[in-house]
């Protein structure tokens, strides 16, 4: 348990479905992030949340659509989306975004998304 | 160039032996690595982070940072069936807006 909660765990979806994915952190954290992990590919970086703004998008296809109400949950808002698109769908959560010592990255989960 | 590069393995390792797991990274400016493992169907969790030049060690696990060089690596000594495993080397990398770059992973397995 890393206090980084994400729902569902499994999710199949057809491509004209709107799914979300859900993700709730119990760190007292700022900084939330999703990060998609695809067979042999390295994790990939898709969205950063620092106090509830996005500061980054990592060129992420529109039909993924992230919402941050508050510094504690998360969402990834899922519609029309590709077979390509199946992956583990990791939520993480750090205190804040500086790369010092001590500020780590601690992971969810995941979610396990099959686009059929 | 990848920007953080690591050898996908698979690694095999006898139990008892010393595992060995290496990652290079392309920003000379880093200033900060991590290890992360990751169990088959499991989110990655941290094991070891490293700030500095040189060696340290934590239980069985030692991280060395060589910045001139651009490589980190993970040993792993007295191997245990439980350390099979993917790991992750992470980098922070400094092209104006830090943030945390992941390797493909190296699987490692400890053969009893």
């Known amino acids: 348990e890393t206090g980084v909660t994400q729902t569902p765990r499994h999710l199949v979806m057809g491509m004209t479905n709107k799914k979300s994915l859900k993700c709730e952190q119990h760190?007292?954290?700022?900084?939330m992030y999703w990060y998609k992990q695809s067979a042999k590919k390295p994790l990939e970086l898709m969205f950063v949340?620092?106090?509830?703004?996005?500061?980054e998008n990592n060129s992420v296809p529109s039909r993924f659509s992230p919402e941050c109400p508050n510094s504690s949950h998360l969402f990834l808002h899922l519609h029309t989306l590709q077979p390509e698109d199946s992956a583990l769908y990791l939520c993480?959560?750090?205190?804040?975004?500086?790369?010092?010592?001590?500020?780590?990255?601690?992971f969810g989960e995941g979610s396990w998304l099959t686009v059929v | 160039q990848k920007e953080v590069e690591q050898n996908s393995g698979p690694l095999s390792v006898p139990e008892g032996a010393i595992a060995s797991l290496n990652c290079t990274y392309s920003d000379r400016g880093s200033q900060s690595f991590f290890w992360y493992r990751q169990y088959s169907g499991k989110s990655p969790e941290l094991i070891m982070s490293?700030?500095?030049?040189g060696d340290k060690e934590d239980g069985r696990f030692t991280a060395q940072l060589n910045k001139a060089s651009q490589y980190v690596s993970l040993l792993i000594r007295d191997s245990q069936p439980s350390d099979s495993a993917t790991y992750l080397c992470?980098?922070?990398?400094?092209?104006?807006?830090?943030?945390?770059?992941f390797g493909t992973g190296t699987r490692l397995t400890i053969i009893p």
């Open positions: 760190l007292g954290h700022n900084a």
């Open positions: 949340y620092n106090f509830k703004e996005q500061t």
């Open positions: 992470a980098v922070i990398l400094n092209f104006g807006n830090e943030k945390l770059t």
């Open positions: 993480a959560s750090s205190q804040d975004l500086s790369g010092s010592s001590g500020n780590t990255i601690y």
């Open positions: 490293i700030y500095s030049n």
